[in-house]
């Protein structure tokens, strides 16, 4: 498999999860309480938005280096 190709299958593949998902969701842990032997932690979720325009282009421009890729000879 050519290289534009392999690229363009990816930028897809990048393309319809960000559309998909709109942002990814990680969990983090804080220190609330560190007192002597007392510790307590707090569980944070946080997000990384991913626009659609971002999901958009990543997928034309997948598109595009797949037709590229087929028609080089």
Do not use: N, W
């Amino acid at each position: 498999m050519k290289s534009t190709m392999i690229a363009g299958l990816a930028l897809i593949l990048f393309g319809l999860v960000a559309l998909a998902y709109k942002g990814i969701t990680y969990t983090t842990q804080e220190k609330v309480v560190d007192i002597g032997p007392l510790h307590a932690t707090a569980e944070k979720e946080k997000t990384i938005p991913l626009p659609p325009i971002l999901g958009g282009l990543s997928l034309a421009t997948g598109i595009v280096l797949v037709i590229v890729g087929a028609r080089k000879p």
